[in-house]
């Protein structure tokens, strides 16, 4: 790809840039006509979209099935967080007096390890 990167009107230009104005030459259309049509900021801005897309494609992590211990594990936390949550919570849905989300967590904790 390092290969199609040229200097053009000024700056370097991209890979997708560079094929576009390459093919529109094969076709023997004007240079300047060539020039502003491949070097285009809207070509540019495809050019990085592309990138981008493919570093995120790229960057994707295979994520394991969970073990059965841990979906056990998972579903026994979550039961516990719920309870903790009933008890530290006012009918209107705030933390009641001494509680927070710390408070809840560590509890449920606690009482998840007891039952595991």
């Not at 390092?2 to 560079?18: D, E, H, N, Q, Y």
């Not at 994707?60 to 998972?74: F, G, I, M, N, S």
């Amino acid at each position: 790809m390092a290969s199609l990167k040229k200097k053009v009107a000024g700056f370097v230009s991209c890979p997708t840039c560079a094929a576009i104005s390459a093919v529109l030459a094969a076709a023997k259309v004007p240079s300047a006509i060539r020039n502003e049509v491949a070097f285009d900021s809207r070509i540019r801005a495809v050019d990085s979209r592309v990138k981008s897309k493919a570093k995120r494609e790229v960057a994707k992590r295979v994520v394991r099935p969970l073990t059965k211990q841990a979906k056990k594990r998972a579903k026994i936390l979550s039961e516990e967080l719920k309870a903790a949550n009933r008890r530290a919570r006012k009918k209107n849905g705030g933390l009641k007096k001494g509680y927070s989300q710390s408070r809840i967590m560590k509890e449920a904790h606690k009482k998840a390890q007891r039952r595991y």
